[in-house]
């Protein structure tokens, strides 16, 4: 099956730039989406197709894909901001046909 | 505006069994796939199953197959999930999902629902 592969922890300072990465074999090939979980909550969408925003995303958040990585941006982080980041992609050779990212926790200090 | 509200959840004893409900509104519900997706207490995103807009197609994860069933009631709006010879690693928060997309991302999520296996 197809893994992929964040750091457990982020560490940023408001205001600052953060970026959560996704690895994974060619992830480039593959559509990336990215989720935002606040303590508590269900799961927000905040970028899918590698890029693009959701409405009402704002656009500090922005992603990319290339190569073996992918990465989630959070631009003038916020404090607001503080939550647990999973990447995810779908791969209809793969079994499980969705495959989730351990998940990354920002802290903004 | 698009809500889903999932129901069913409680505790339950290893080997038994509970439906899961997700009632869904704000959209055309009989157009989407949907999904079932749980997470771990403490734990990261796990995909459990997903079905097609007319129910034709469905897909488990292997951690699951053979034990739940998904399906779907359009003229309901609603999605479900049969959970039996439940076990004590089925423990999690359950949400569902809508699917979207040729290379499918879950948006929105319900507010999930507590599956809790113990003796």
């Known amino acids: 099956s197809y893994v992929l592969t964040q750091p457990p922890s982020v560490s940023v300072a408001p205001g600052k730039t953060a970026r959560i990465t996704c690895g994974g074999n060619n992830i480039g090939s593959k559509s990336v989406h990215w989720y935002q979980q606040k303590p508590g909550q269900a799961p927000v969408l905040v970028i899918y197709?590698?890029?693009d925003r959701p409405s009402g995303i704002p656009e500090r958040f922005s992603g990319s894909n290339s190569g073996n990585t992918a990465t989630l941006t959070i631009s003038r982080v916020e404090a607001g901001d503080e939550a647990d980041y999973y990447c995810?992609?779908?791969?209809?050779?793969?079994?499980?046909?969705?495959?989730f990212g351990g998940g990354t926790k920002l802290t903004v200090l | 505006q698009v809500q889903l509200v999932e129901s069913g959840g409680g505790l339950v004893k290893p080997g038994g069994s509970l439906r899961l409900s997700c009632a869904a509104s704000?959209?055309?519900?009989?157009?989407?796939?949907m999904s079932w997706i749980r997470q771990a207490p403490g734990k990261g995103l796990e995909w459990v199953s997903y079905?097609?807009?007319?129910?034709?197609?469905?897909y488990y994860a292997d951690s699951v197959k053979g034990r739940f069933t998904i399906s779907r009631d359009n003229a309901k709006n609603s999605l479900y999930l049969q959970m039996n010879s439940l076990r004590a690693e089925d423990t999690a928060v359950y949400y569902c999902?809508?699917?979207?997309?040729?290379?499918?991302?879950?948006?929105?999520w319900g507010q999930g629902t507590l599956v809790t296996v113990s003796s």
């Open positions: 197709y590698d890029s």
């Open positions: 079905i097609s807009s007319s129910g034709s197609t469905i």
């Open positions: 704000g959209f055309t519900f009989s157009d989407y796939y």
């Open positions: 999902a809508r699917v979207s997309g040729d290379f499918p991302w879950f948006d929105p």
């Open positions: 995810q992609v779908w791969d209809s050779s793969s079994d499980p046909h969705v495959v």
